[in-house]
């Protein structure tokens, strides 16, 4: 499946480096999302896109910056960060926030490691 | 009280068995209800819509109490491809109050086996 690409799948950094993940989605959704999944915790929702303005940020730290270019496009730029931000990242696509009902497809996520 | 609770398992069932989850959530606001299911190191999927009239798609029927706050996943003849993270998730208003996000628990594993 097609629908939400996300790159790179596997990152390892520093913790003083500055990296930046990607997510692409074709399905002509207006809202996107970030999640962080880490072992043995449920997947928690770290910002929410909609029409490319930010909507929610859900308490995340500033070493995290989302930037939304356009409807398809869903970047989080990485600075200094810190061996317990290690997790699987997800993005994820629906077609509007709205009340909720949309349907979330999620990427395949970046698996990232800080050293 | 955490959001969205559910059993986290493991639940070992063999082929062919019934097996039900369970899940609670805190918000009795919440307006939308899901099942999702995550395959190991694999993003999670939409399985279902959770309706409060109850709704079954198949070998899964999903129910919705509003007045307990408690959402139920049946599987009746359980397959070797049902193995996955059964995973309840609830809408909430956001933080902002500009949207609405979606809030999961930490998922229940299901392992069916031969």
């Known amino acids: 499946e097609t629908g939400v690409t996300q790159t790179p799948r596997h990152l390892v950094m520093g913790m003083t480096n500055k990296k930046s993940l990607k997510c692409e989605q074709h399905l002509g959704h207006n809202a996107m999302y970030w999640y962080k999944q880490s072992a043995k915790k449920p997947l928690e929702l770290m910002f929410v896109y909609s029409l490319e303005e930010r909507v929610e940020n859900n308490s995340v730290p500033s070493r995290f910056s989302p930037e939304c270019p356009n409807s398809s496009h869903l970047f989080l730029h990485l600075h200094t960060l810190q061996p317990e931000d290690s997790a699987l990242y997800l993005c994820?696509?629906?077609?509007?926030?709205?009340?909720?009902?949309?349907?979330?497809?999620f990427g395949p996520g970046t698996r990232l490691t800080v050293l | 009280r955490k959001e969205v609770e559910q059993d986290p398992g493991p639940f070992n069932v063999p082929e062919g068995a019934t097996v039900a989850f369970n899940c609670t959530y805190s918000n009795s606001a919440s307006q939308s209800f899901f099942w999702y299911r995550q395959d190991c190191r694999k993003e999670p999927k939409l399985l279902m819509s959770?309706?409060?009239s109850g709704n079954e798609d198949g070998r899964f029927t999903a129910q919705l109490n509003r007045a307990s706050q408690y959402i139920s996943l049946l599987i009746r003849d359980s397959k070797l491809s049902d193995s996955a993270t059964y995973l309840c998730?609830?809408?909430?208003?956001?933080?902002?109050?500009?949207?609405?996000?979606?809030?999961f628990g930490k998922g229940t594993t299901l392992s069916v086996s031969s």
């Open positions: 959770v309706y409060s």
């Open positions: 998730v609830v809408n909430i208003k956001g933080p902002n109050q500009a949207g609405t996000a979606l809030i």
């Open positions: 994820a696509s629906s077609q509007d926030i709205g009340q909720g009902t949309d349907t979330q497809y």
